[in-house]
T-cell receptor, first 115, second 115 residues
Framework: EAGVTQFPSHSVIEKGQTVTLRCDPI?????LYWYRRVMGKEIKFLLH????????ESGMPNNRFLAERTGGTYSTLKVQPAELEDSGVYFC?????????????FGPGTRLTVT | AQTVTQSQPEMSVQEAETVTLSCTYD???????LFWYKQPPSRQMILVIR??????QNATENRFSVNFQKAAKSFSLKISDSQLGDAAMYFC????????????FGTGTSLTVIP
């Protein structure tokens, strides 16, 4: 069974440009999460999808970030326009059920560098 | 919001020895779940071990065990008989049993295993 995949693995863009990150969850996982780790800091929650609906987007930093999950399959996270502080590693995770001891399966992350 | 603290940015251990990684957390909730995730270099995070706050018995998974001290809000990870493959970044995570489905992560501990 394929794990969570993310594309691209690394992206370098200039301030003001737009970048779109993609996440493909494990097949059959209704729950999809986005997290971000800024260098040396903790991994922070951005948002949670259940199928195609946003269950919790309390972690989204501002309206420059737009997440979508059309059809409840893969998800995209667009940053427009990118700022220097958006640099970091963006992780996607998926799970069958959203709570308790259930494991979230993580992708390898997309390293975003904004120059 | 809950906070998770990993006070050891870096740790090292001799191969075959035992090492303990510390994790403390701050919460006013009585029920929650705690996790340790491991991220090997250039690979995705994988679950190492998990524990429910209501369970008194410390979780164990082969060479990995935890020391869960609920009153002290401490959840340390012990790795016995360390192997070269244990070298990774280790993240401690908290999940509420009441609010939301996100993980709250610590800043991570980078573990080096010395042959």
């Amino acid at each position: 069974e394929a794990g969570v995949t993310q594309f691209p693995s690394h992206s370098v863009i200039e301030k003001g440009q737009t970048v779109t990150l993609r996440c493909d969850p494990i097949s059959g996982h209704d729950n999809l999460y986005w997290y971000r780790r800024v260098m040396g800091k903790e991994i922070k929650f951005l948002l949670h999808f259940v199928k195609e609906s946003k269950q919790d987007e309390s972690g989204m930093p501002n309206n420059r970030f737009l997440a979508e999950r059309t059809g409840g399959t893969y998800s995209t996270l667009k940053v427009q326009p990118a700022e220097l502080e958006d640099s970091g590693v963006y992780f996607c995770a998926s799970s069958q059920t959203p709570s308790g001891l259930d494991e979230q399966y993580f992708g390898p992350g997309t390293r975003l560098t904004v120059t | 919001a809950q906070t998770v603290t990993q006070s050891q940015p870096e740790m090292s251990v001799q191969e075959a020895e035992t090492v303990t990684l510390s994790c403390t957390y701050d919460t006013s909730e009585s029920d929650y779940y705690l996790f340790w995730y491991k991220q090997p270099p250039s690979r995705q995070m994988i679950l190492v071990i998990r524990q429910e706050a209501y369970k008194q018995q410390n979780a164990t998974e082969n060479r990995f065990s935890v020391n869960f001290q609920k009153a002290a809000k401490s959840f340390s990870l012990k790795i016995s008989d360390s192997q070269l493959g244990d070298a990774a970044m280790y993240f401690c995570a908290y999940r509420s049993a009441y609010t939301g489905n996100q993980f709250y992560f610590g800043t991570g501990t980078s573990l080096t295993v010395i042959p």
